[in-house]
């Protein structure tokens, strides 16, 4: 499984979450085998002018992205998201990615849904 999470630095496991997926400077990326971490990365948010959410949803799914976690989401994102196949995962709580990474791999952090996202953003 590959986890990305929107991060305000590129520091790994210890990256602070960033609050907007799509304006974030920067993505972790952490592979997952069998609830282990196998591999952790980190790319620059190319960002999504001129193209909307429509191309933030696609730099994740270049980034060959299973999972989503992010402390918000507007509605049309969040659709494109699920269109991709990937699931976006709502944690509010943590307030670095090993924080985020834990609670996924503990079920203490649920998927989100459409009456949860933001508005029509």
Known sequence: MRVVIPTSTPDGLLAKRGAHFGKAPFYVIVDIENNEIKDINFVQN?????????????????????VLVVS??????LLGFQ???IKVFFDDKSQ?????IDRLLN??????SLENACGRH
């Open 83 to 85: 269109e991709a196949g």
């Open 72 to 77: 918000g989401i507007g509605q049309r994102p």
């Open 96 to 100: 670095i990615v090993k924080e985020s």
């Open 46 to 66: 190319p960002g999504h002018s001129g193209g909307a959410c429509g191309n933030a949803v696609m730099n994740i799914k270049n980034l060959g992205a299973d």
């Open 107 to 112: 079920n203490e952090i649920k998927e989100i």
